[in-house]
């Protein structure tokens, strides 16, 4: 679409393409949640609750990427900033650019870094009767890396700050 505006109405449109985000005011509902805050809800309830076991869906051999939602603000912004000339350049061909981190984690090692993150010293217990989703999913970050840019947030930072930004509602759904 943007190519088309671009083209039909001399605009200088671009898509950005984010990783997997997650983040502060992500969905922590258990039926609706993405990978990360669907973990990071399983292990503060087992911790809350003297839990010793976490189910996880599938075999924890997919990959993910994921990306702090703060970091793709910035990267935005960071868009937004580029003089004409870097700016225009990423208009040729189509105007999509991904924003990632450029790596991925498998599924079990998410699950460890939020058992970690939490200080959940439990056991992990991957449901194969459930589907694993995609094998991998991971962007080429090549262009936005070309132009100085890169993610300011670890992942082990994002999953602590998604954390303690929740742990109000995390613990209310543990008290009832």
Same mark, same amino acid.
């Given at each position: 679409?943007?190519?088309? +505006?671009?083209? /039909?109405?001399?605009?200088?449109?671009?898509?950005?393409?984010p990783a997997n985000l997650y983040g502060p005011g992500d969905n922590?509902?258990?039926?609706?949640?993405?990978?990360?805050?669907?973990?990071? #809800?399983?292990?503060?309830?087992?911790?809350?609750?003297?839990?010793?076991?976490?189910?996880?869906?599938?075999?924890?051999?997919?990959? #993910?990427?994921?990306?702090?939602?703060?970091?793709?603000?910035?990267?935005? =912004?960071?868009?937004?900033?580029?003089?004409?000339?870097? +700016?225009?350049? *990423? *208009?040729?061909?189509?105007?999509? =650019?991904? =924003?990632?981190?450029?790596?991925?984690?498998?599924? #079990?090692?998410?699950?460890? /870094?939020?058992?970690?993150?939490?200080?959940?010293?439990?056991? *992990?217990?991957?449901?194969?009767?459930?589907?694993?989703? !995609?094998?991998?999913? *991971?962007?080429?970050?090549?262009?936005?890396?070309?132009?100085?840019?890169?993610?300011? !947030? !670890?992942?082990?930072?994002?999953?602590?700050?998604? +954390?303690?930004?929740? #742990?109000?509602?995390?613990e209310a759904l543990t008290t009832r």
């Open positions: 679409m943007c190519w088309s +505006y671009n083209r /039909q109405f001399k605009t200088k449109y671009l898509a950005a393409m922590f509902d258990p039926q609706k949640s993405h990978v990360l805050p669907a973990l990071i #809800r399983k292990v503060a309830e087992a911790k809350a609750l003297g839990h010793k076991q976490i189910p996880v869906w599938g075999t924890g051999k997919p990959r #993910r990427e994921l990306l702090f939602s703060e970091d793709l603000a910035e990267a935005c =912004i960071f868009l937004l900033n580029l003089d004409e000339t870097a +700016y225009s350049a *990423l *208009l040729d061909g189509v105007p999509l =650019i991904n =924003i990632g981190t450029g790596t991925d984690v498998t599924i #079990r090692e998410l699950a460890e /870094q939020v058992c970690a993150a939490l200080g959940f010293k439990g056991e *992990l217990v991957f449901d194969t009767t459930k589907p694993d989703g !995609t094998p991998q999913k *991971l962007l080429d970050v090549t262009r936005m890396a070309t132009l100085g840019w890169k993610p300011g !947030t !670890t992942l082990v930072d994002g999953i602590k700050q998604t +954390y303690e930004a929740a #742990r109000p509602q995390l």
